[in-house]
């Protein structure tokens, strides 16, 4: 292929909107644009002036299929805004509620978005009615995967999107512990088809490696998604509070969303399942470690279909982290904590499904928002993900343009972006430099 | 069976936090054997590469409208559709996503004015109806799941695709 220009007007089987424009010239990648497509919202603005009560479940409206994750990351952000400390129980209703959002939304992006591409067919929907087919058997596994873990999300929560129950302070209705066995063993029914799809994602052909530096939440004692420092390949260690200035925000004139530098680094970097496996495996729940060992062993892995790989034993690490919670928890009633407005500015950082995830809210006196600010994973891995294309693209000119276009959309999806998270907040250092 | 009819819809997303198509996927779970009997998904962007959007019979659409090219696809969609289903919020209401518009001129600063300018930007969001008919609504943030079984249920009847 010596002079091209490839268009995918809308990358398919993600979250959101997104295309991708190569240009070739004598054999070289001459530009290479990958393009969110998503127009903004600007809810960080318009969330300026609102009483902090009301900002959690406004914010959890970034995004539909991780609106749990925002809720959190911005229930965090005001708690410490107004230097409240969550309970405990609160901190693990909060995990457990967590948990069932990773297995669903894992599980929507492996079965739902990927699978296709591991049986080379378009779509689910071309799927067989055939029960002895891999696909099908795999498909109806996701089926009561993305179930059981809704069930648990909204046991805790009490919807898997906008959940209503947790607020800043705690969970405005206790959980039903009547309903802890039933759960417990609905976990137990979906582990073993858990194991049978990680071995499936590990079998997954392809291969793309690059060297990028690998950024995720660390938390010193278990394998967490809320909790923790972050920390990167080489080893840094960074507070919550700190992340910020960490970064450098860098403006993508083509793209509604910013891109990220970390400024440890020369080099692109990368959030997401793929980062926490490589740098957090040996904090797994220890079930998840003996069961899921020999996967265990291709990590850390510079392998970015790896992230399949990593969010399928991520949804093990989550049913099991989940059952010793519901197991052990000795629940009791307790109303959310009380507070009365003042003046502050806090930090919520935590691990989205695709990645690490930033909130800050700074509030007046009276409680009211005065500025807020959120940095999501996918905008964080837009840099990496252009890289990886454009060393795609460039070893691979001499396949036809169909392959390419799919081969495209395959490593795109393996980041598993999420368009509508990255298009809803202002990001302002650039606009200063 | 192969011959059978289908109800041939599409599913299209606009500015949005597309937590309908995300509850969507959710009642795959339960309904997909059944619907893939009944349904033929031409346009379903979170599922498939291979979409459609002509004769459709039905057209369900979430998200409200941010500028004059999604308007223009909007229409787009309305002419390929026999019937027009408005979902969610924002479709519906134009609500969280039209919050901008409460933005008052001192509030839209120069990052706000960028991105408005750079891409092109309606200057307020506006709800589906205002730009085409709507047939039916399925409210809610997100979506209620019974009223778009009902909604469904009604078309799939309408068409004579169940009895």
Redesign the interface.
């Known amino acids: 292929m010596h002079t091209a220009d490839i268009n995918i007007e ?1 990358i ?6 997104a295309g991708l424009q190569v240009k070739i010239e004598n054999d070289k990648v001459v530009d290479l644009k990958f393009l969110i497509k ?6 960080t ?2 969330v ?1 002036g609102k009483p902090l009560i009301a900002v959690p479940t ?1 914010l959890s ?5 991780c ?1 749990i994750a925002h809720l959190f990351a911005s229930i965090e952000a005001i708690e410490k805004s107004q230097g409240i400390i969550p309970s405990s129980q609160t901190k693990l209703l909060r995990r457990l509620a967590y948990d069932g959002l990773v297995i ?1 939304d894992h599980a ?1 992006h492996l079965y ?2 990927v699978l296709p591409d591991l049986l080379g067919i ?4 071309d799927i067989p ?1 055939d029960h002895d087919d891999k696909g099908h058997q795999l498909l109806h596994d ?3 995967i ?2 059981v873990g ?1 069930n648990l999300t909204t046991a805790i929560a009490g919807a ?3 959940a209503p129950l947790p607020t800043i302070g705690g969970f405005l209705k206790m959980p039903d512990k009547s309903s802890f066995p039933k759960l417990i063993e609905e976990l137990e029914r979906i582990r073993p088809l858990i194991l049978r799809g990680i071995d499936a994602f590990a079998k997954m052909p392809d291969t793309m490696i690059r060297n990028s530096d690998y950024l995720s939440l660390r938390n010193r004692d278990h394998f967490d998604f809320l909790e923790g420092e972050v920390v990167n390949s080489s080893g840094k260690v960074i507070p919550e509070e700190k992340f910020h200035e960490f970064l450098r925000s860098v403006v993508i ?1 083509y793209s ?1 969303a910013e891109g990220y530098v970390f400024s440890d680094t020369k080099d692109d970097y990368f959030v997401g399942a793929l980062s926490r496996i490589n740098l957090s495996k040996d904090i797994l729940n220890e079930k998840t470690k003996t069961d899921a060992k020999e996967y265990l062993e291709m990590f850390p892995s510079d392998n970015i279909y790896h992230n399949n790989l990593a969010q399928a034993i991520e949804m093990l690490q989550c049913v099991d982290d989940a059952i010793e919670i519901l197991m052990t928890l000795d629940l009791v009633e307790e109303k959310p904590a009380i507070f009365v407005p003042r003046a502050g500015v806090g930090v919520g950082v935590i691990e989205a499904p695709r990645g690490t995830l930033y909130h800050m809210a700074e509030t007046d006196e009276k409680g009211i928002i005065v500025d807020y600010d959120v940095i999501v994973p996918t905008a964080q891995n837009q840099i990496n993900i252009e890289n990886d294309l454009k060393k795609y693209f460039e070893e691979n000119l001499d396949k036809d343009e169909q392959t390419l276009k799919l081969e495209a ?1 395959k490593i795109i999806r393996a980041y598993d972006p999420c368009m ?1 998270c990255a298009t809803n907040f ?1 990001k ?1 250092e650039w ?1 200063r430099s | 069976m192969e011959n059978k009819p289908k109800l041939k819809i599409g599913w299209f ?1 606009f ?9 969507l ?2 009642m ?3 309904n ?2 059944a619907w ?1 009997k009944v349904i033929d ?1 031409r346009h ?8 459609s959007i002509t004769d459709l019979d039905v057209a369900f659409v979430e998200g409200a409208i ?2 004059a090219s ?1 308007a223009e696809e909007l229409v787009k969609i309305r002419n390929n559709s026999k019937y027009l289903v408005a979902i969610g919020a924002c479709a519906c209401t134009g609500q ?2 039209a ?2 518009n ?2 008052v001129p001192e ?1 839209i600063d ?3 004015a ?2 408005l300018c ?2 092109d ?1 309606s200057k307020d ?1 506006k709800k589906i109806d205002q730009f085409v008919k709507v047939d039916d609504m399925v409210i809610g ?2 979506m209620n799941k019974k009223t778009f079984l009902e909604v469904m249920d009604k078309y799939l009847k309408l068409f004579k695709i169940i009895f």
């Open positions: 809308n398919t089987k993600i979250e959101g909107t998503d127009y903004r919202r600007f809810y603005e318009t300026k406004f409206r970034i995004c539909g299929t609106s669903r929507l739902f978005f378009d779509s689910i929907l009615e996701s089926f009561d993305k179930t809704s898997i999107i906008h004139p509604q959309e509508s202002l302002i606009i | 997303s500015t949005c936090c597309e937590d309908s198509t995300i509850l996927t959710e795959l779970n339960e997909l054997d893939k998904f379903f962007k979170a599922l498939k590469t291979n979409n941010s500028s999604q969280p996503s919050s901008r409460a933005l509030e120069f990052k706000i960028f991105y750079h891409f930007y969001v943030c997100p």
